[in-house]
Nanobody, 115 residues
Framework: QVHLVESGGGLVQVGESLTLSCEASGMLYDWHILGWYRQAPGKQRELVATISGRGITDAAASVKGRFAISRDDAKMRMTLRLNNLKSEDTAIYYC?????????WGQGTQVTVSS
């Protein structure tokens, strides 16, 4: 079992930055692929970025070059650095861990980008 808790969301202006954190508890292994997803009002949840235990990352085209994902398994933590935020980045951001048939979600943290 893995328990995930996000933090760091808030209200920012267009062009500003924010760092989201995901703290994990339980049995987190390097074979878990960690990721961030987001869901904007009236839209489906979408993938933002993922990172493997070997540090291989992937990101949605809409955030490439602006968002950066990282993980520290020793500290059981994953972060998402959001730079140059746009109004369309407004969403609830969810932390995810999956692997070997397991999948876990956090409760989400709200990011609101105001113009």
């Amino acid at each position: 079992q893995v328990h995930l808790v996000e933090s760091g969301g808030g209200l920012v202006q267009v062009g500003e930055s924010l760092t989201l954190s995901c703290e994990a508890s339980g049995m987190l292994y390097d074979w878990h692929i960690l990721g961030w997803y987001r869901q904007a009002p009236g839209k489906q949840r979408e993938l933002v970025a993922t990172i493997s235990g070997r540090g291989i990352t992937d990101a949605a085209a809409s955030v490439k070059g602006r968002f950066a994902i990282s993980r520290d398994d020793a500290k059981m933590r994953m972060t998402l650095r959001l730079n140059n935020l746009k109004s369309e980045d407004t969403a609830i951001y969810y932390c995810n861990a999956r692997g070997k048939g397991e999948e876990y979600w956090g409760q989400g943290t709200q990011v609101t980008v105001s113009s």
